[in-house]
């Protein structure tokens, strides 16, 4: 009897060795990882845009800074502050968030102090604050409605503690505009616009200022006070600043980068100048990892050359002062991604100008008319991207589905537009509650206010969010995704594969779209026979036999092989 037991347990473990080796075994994957587990680049990366007051409400106390209203005089809050504050976006990266979410660097919109009070909203149907943060006013303070310098701190310490790169919206192209509020603090505006910018800081169409001009450069863009980059001279401190320094003598401690203090005089600079000392303070004083510039076109290349120089020395600065610190041990250059409108995935003159990426709005496109809405067209795409991005390091480009400035994409196809976009060669944005299905909010005739609405963390879909969550996190995990060489290896069900092998990493998947049921998938042109391959979205996992492996698709007929080696 005992003989007949020990055949039986034989022939069992025959059995697993031999479905292990066709394929269709299921092994254990305990202690294993990817091949590119714990690489870093840019030219992958996902990056997570958040506005940050439409993110998370962390401090309820610091919701109505400079006396603003979360509902304005007309009872709307289209563009009002809703409250969301870095505290808020802290506490997600403590909860796991991004980090469940693949996310490699989270783009939070200008931190630095914005104009006070409100213009009026298209129409005049609603009262337009800055709580985008496009209408500067100080770069050298945190904006009360954000947080303390000290939660910010702790913001790009949290990030960094889970390799996450935190990058700053910034502009260079404009000021806020003139709100009433701001005249009567600061003593500006009818009879005494002299103490506002100043004429040679900005063009104006107010009385004593130049008025815009014609071209991209000296345009006054949607009616906003143009900052004088052109100038290359000393042009003195604008006398807003002057006057509102005066008032920050003492007690503002809290806001004030400290980094920014001894900026707060004159330093004998061109405006540019002056930008470019405050913006790089904040990389000098918490270690930020990129910028994302606004209205790049509309700012002289060599001022965007300046400030990515000034950039890396300010970001090697930290790393030296802060040895031991996470991220001080991280070699990449600082991150310069830029706004041209419009721009596809074409390597032109900004890429020589101190860019290392550009927003691509050509794949949503402008007007919904974008590659990204029809599922065809992926080979294509994703064969022109790869050739185009991944042979010349140099060049790439940061694709979306969604934005703040275009539109939202189909809330119902968000399972297709995600699948697309999180497979695309280059870097990608996932702009926040689109892995959600945050619904579109009121934007009255301003349709991209609409855009801009609150996170629905009372009303996420599932569905979705686990969706995003294993695409996203096999492309964090996998190199190859987004910077690796593509190759059709089969029209139906549509699959491919990218390989990655660069500085003596070898990286590789494939892909299966379109899959239905059980699938066996020919891996020999990328695997090797003997290799342990994990689906990433049911996360089981065979080893490769005779070059081929099976897998059971479910409903969403994703496959997203992944090849796992011991630690």
Same mark, same amino acid.
């Given at each position: ?245 005066? #008032?920050?003598? *003492?007690?503002?401690? $809290? &806001?004030?980068?400290?980094? !920014?203090?001894?900026?707060? /005089? +004159?330093?004998?600079? @061109? ?38 120089? #000034?950039?890396? *020395?300010?970001?090697? $600065? &930290?790393?030296?002062?802060? !040895?031991?610190?996470?991220? /001080? +041990?991280?070699?990449? @250059? ?51 991207? !790869?050739?185009?991005?991944?042979? +010349? ?175």
């Amino acid at each position: 009897m005992r003989r007949l037991i020990m055949s039986v347990a034989s022939l069992l473990v025959s059995a697993v060795i031999l479905s292990s080796c066709t394929g269709s075994g299921r092994v254990d994957t305990e202690g294993m990882v990817t091949t590119s587990e714990d690489s870093f680049s840019w030219d992958d990366a996902t990056v997570y845009f958040a506005i940050t007051d439409r993110f998370k409400n962390g401090d309820e106390s610091n919701d109505s800074s400079y006396g603003r209203q979360k509902v304005d005089e007309m009872g709307r809050d289209i563009a009002t502050f809703h409250g969301g504050d870095i505290k808020g976006v802290t506490e997600k990266l403590e909860e796991g968030y991004f980090r469940d979410l693949g996310v490699d660097a989270i783009w939070i919109t200008a931190p630095y102090e914005q104009i006070h009070g409100y213009v009026k909203g298209t129409s005049d149907e609603f009262q337009h604050y800055p709580f985008h943060g496009y209408y500067a006013l100080d770069w050298t303070m945190m904006d009360k409605n954000m947080g303390t310098v000290e939660e910010f701190r702790k913001f790009v310490d949290t990030a960094h503690s889970q390799g996450i790169r935190i990058v700053m919206d910034v502009v260079m192209n404009h000021v806020g505009y003139a709100a009433d509020k701001d005249m009567e603090e600061f003593g500006f505006g009818d009879g005494a616009w002299d103490r506002w910018w100043g004429s040679s800081w900005v063009r104006s169409d107010k009385e004593g200022y130049e008025k815009g001009g014609s071209d991209d450069i000296t345009m006054t863009l949607a009616g906003l006070p143009d900052i004088r980059t052109e100038e290359t001279g000393d042009v003195g401190l604008p006398p807003i600043l002057l006057t509102k320094w005066a #008032k920050e003598a *003492e007690g503002f401690d $809290d &806001w004030i980068v400290p980094e !920014a203090k001894n900026l707060r /005089s +004159d330093l004998h600079l @061109s405006p540019a100048g002056y930008i470019t000392e405050w913006l790089t303070a904040w990389i000098r004083e918490f270690g930020i990892d990129g910028f994302r510039v606004d209205t790049a076109k509309h700012v002289e290349l060599e001022r965007w050359t300046g400030l990515s120089k #000034k950039a890396d *020395e300010a970001l090697e $600065d &930290w790393r030296d002062k802060n !040895a031991g610190k996470s991220g /001080s +041990d991280w070699d990449e @250059s600082f991150w310069m991604n830029g706004e041209v409108w419009g721009h596809g995935v074409v390597k032109d003159r900004y890429f020589e100008g101190g860019f290392d990426s550009l927003i691509n709005f050509t794949f949503q496109g402008e007007k919904k008319n974008g590659p990204a809405y029809d599922m065809d067209t992926m080979e294509s795409v994703f064969g022109n991207y !790869a050739d185009a991005l991944n042979e +010349d390091t140099s060049f790439n480009v940061l694709s979306y589905i969604s934005q703040h400035d275009t539109f939202l994409y189909d809330r119902k196809r968000l399972i297709n537009g995600s699948t697309y976009l999180m497979l695309l060669p280059g870097a990608v944005m996932v702009f926040y509650g689109d892995e959600t299905a945050r619904p579109m909010g009121d934007g009255g005739s301003d349709y991209t206010q609409g855009t801009r609405s609150g996170m629905n963390w009372d009303s996420i879909d599932e569905e979705v969010l686990q969706h995003y969550r294993k695409i996203a996190s096999f492309r964090h995990r996998n190199i190859a995704v987004g910077a690796g060489d593509h190759l059709m290896l089969k029209e139906e069900p549509y699959t491919f594969s990218r390989v990655y092998s660069k500085d003596g990493l070898d990286n590789r998947i494939v892909a299966v779209i379109g899959a239905k049921g059980k699938t066996t998938i020919d891996v020999s042109s990328v695997f090797a026979d003997g290799d342990t391959i994990r689906d990433a979205y049911s996360m089981e996992a065979v080893v490769v036999r005779k070059g081929k492996v099976t897998f059971t698709a479910d409903g969403k007929g994703l496959i997203l092989l992944e090849k796992l080696v011991k630690k």
